[in-house]
């Protein structure tokens, strides 16, 4: 009998707020390794907020967030910093990758910053798996909306990430890069072992991940 | 992070050169002002070590050390040799060294004296004679140098003190090179070394053979040419006072060192007692100098600090308009596992290595333009300027250069540290 598969994500209970007003209330959901989730809201139901409270880069107000089965709230900032590393790969909407680096150089620094160390074998296999090996020493500002989105792809994967969120990764994309993107996405996860975890209004995505929350505005 | 600092400032080519270039010309620029200053110092200090007094025509002072000291200004014009005997016999004196001046050969002063001017440089021969006969000459390294003369190679003075100068050549009188001088880092390096008896001699002056000839050889200076008519312009239109216009055996200044304290005290009255004579103290006139010289030298340093920190503001203003770029790349880095520590100290090492970059440009810049300098100025020639030697204040130069870097850095850096990382990652969703 296969052992049970290990939580990535855990939410409990969680409250958060800005300047007074509710963002998040009293939100709980969890994610087995493998099991990817679709989290759909319409703009200002808090899904930034919410990735900002699960990678550590926000503190909740109540309730819990674990990664790994490490309670964020039982850590200190550095100790966060080096959980994020260690375990999450982020991808934004329009925060790709560094502007002064070249894709390559990007995918470098990120490994070198998770894993301490630069395997380029590695590198040069995530790029090309993205389909952008061809752009590969481009700088950022020279990459069309899905080539940038497909280094950020793989950037956020070069890490070994146990967990991927991704903020309206295909949000400014039209249909045809959206289904590229979601597809790969979804392709790298399943092969680099990740769990992945998509908060986006795009409703386009729930043909690529059927297991979806939608996300209401707090009271 | 390194690596980092490099690609951002590569990623703004030509705001990253115009401040390297900034900060170049403002290391330069001090490297120069400390280099000139400190070797024209030091120049100045060796020329006149050992020299209490200098004995010479009535005139500016200053105009009399510059000639007979530093051999870079016309004399003041000449005196009676029999001032020579007069202060030799002065118990208050330990030395006198005349100066005969007046003529060149290429540029460089032939200087009439005796072998205690040699001995008060530490001067020693490269090659040949220690000879001061009458119609020999001592060369100079520096002379030797440029001119590329020989042993045993004759040459003509010219009048003057300085290439085209003058008005004719002693061509009836010439000069052989009997010694070639090491370099000593003094005014020596640039001079012809002849006896004063041959000064006298090419410009047709009677003179005491049995004294100034010791080794009895017979000399006429009636024979074939006349010196009296063609030496006028150069060494009477010097006298003053229009008192001695006729051809005498004088010279041109006297260099004393006093045997006591008290030398210091009757010497100079008694000199300034005599008709067309001063007396001029070096240490007092070369103060004097290094006074004037220096309001020109804090004019050139403050103007030099102000281009460094021009070069500050010019980071200052780069790093803070990139701040809007930066700060989304901040989030990413954060994002990434970056700490704000190592961000922030990605901002100072890009302050810092463009600094760096500019000190290495102005070291290379500064010393490179005294090089050019030296060679093609004549006047810096004769300074004896050393572009490749170096001064611990050029480290002092390069610290606040990289300092000014490291603080122009610093508030970007601050305010990249203080901001809401939230903020920007809510901005960029």
Redesign the interface.
Known sequence: MDAPAPTVTAVANLHYAIGGRTIIGDLSFAQKAGEHLLLLGASGVG???L??LL?G??TPDKGSVSICGEDMASLPG?GR??L??RTTG?I??????????SVR?NLR??QL??TGSVDDSKINGLIDAVGITHRADA?PRQLSQGEAQRAAIA?ALV?KPRLIVA??PTSALDDHNAEIVAKLLLDRAEEEGATLLIATHDQRLKAYLPNSMTLQKAA | MV??SI??L??RPFTTLLNIILLGLATATLIILVTVSTQLGTRIEKDARGIDLVVGAKGSPLQLILSSIYQVDAPTGNIPAGTVDLLRRNPSVAQVIPLALGDNFRGFRIVGTEPAYLDLYGATLASGKMNMKEGEALIGADVARVTGATLGQQFVGSHGLGSGEGAGQHEHDPMTTVGILKPTGTVVDRLIIVSVPTVWHMHGIEHDHDAEHKDGEAHSHEEGHDHAEEAKPDLNDLATGGERTEMQADVTALLVKYRNAMGAVSVPSLINAQAGMQAAVPAIETTRLLSFLGVGLDAIEMLGWLIAFTGGLAIFVALLNALD?RE??L?????????KGSIFGTILVEGLLTAALGAILGVLLGHGVIAAAAATSPRLQELGLNAFAFHPAELAIIGAVLGIGILAALIPAIRLFRVD??QI??R??
Do not use: H, P, W
Not at chain 1, 92 to 99: A, E, G, H, K
Not at chain 2, 331 to 339: I, Q, Y
């Open positions: 899904k930034t907020s990735i900002n990678t880069l926000a550095a910093d080096d994020r590393r982020i934004f909407q329009t925060l790709r990758l560094i502007s002064a680096l150089d620094l990120a910053l998770a700088r950037r890490g903020d309206e | 690596r980092l690609a951002y590569r990623d770029a989304k790349d989030a990413l880095l954060r994002v990434m596992g970056a700490t990382l939230t990652l809510a960029a969703a």
